[in-house]
């Protein structure tokens, strides 16, 4: 499985950025997916994602109201709608894949298996 994400970018305070991931080899459904973000100093933490054979999203409380993870009905392709962006949320964006990940565990970028190469978003104050 191969993951290349995209849609990165600098953007102002209150603006909105797209990103999207998409997987070569498997379709989403065989796994769970996520996306994480990754600061400079900091450790990797989740943002959004759906867990395997539920289509159910899960968000991290920082960025609910605010982010809309969705995927196309092929399901190659997850996106990330984020809006009214922070300045705390400049990252490294990735997108992940994993399987077999229990529900207490489907926030931690340990059980993950595949990541893609990450994605720069920047917001300006």
């Known amino acids: 499985v191969q993951l290349q994400a995209s849609g990165g970018g600098l953007v102002r305070a209150g603006g909105s950025l797209r990103l999207s991931c998409a997987a070569s080899?498997?379709?989403?459904?065989?796994?769970?997916m996520a996306w994480f973000r990754q600061a400079p100093g900091k450790e990797r933490e989740f943002v959004a994602g759906f867990r395997r054979g539920n289509s159910n999203p899960y968000y991290a409380d920082f960025v609910k109201g605010r982010f809309t993870i969705s995927r196309d009905n092929a399901g190659s392709t997850v996106y990330l709608q984020m809006n009214s962006l922070k300045p705390e949320d400049t990252a490294l964006y990735y997108c992940a894949l994993g399987s077999r990940i229990i529900l207490s565990e489907f926030r931690s970028p340990a059980r993950y298996d595949y990541w893609g190469q990450g994605t720069q978003v920047t917001v300006s104050s």
């Open positions: 080899g498997r379709a989403f459904s065989s796994y769970s």
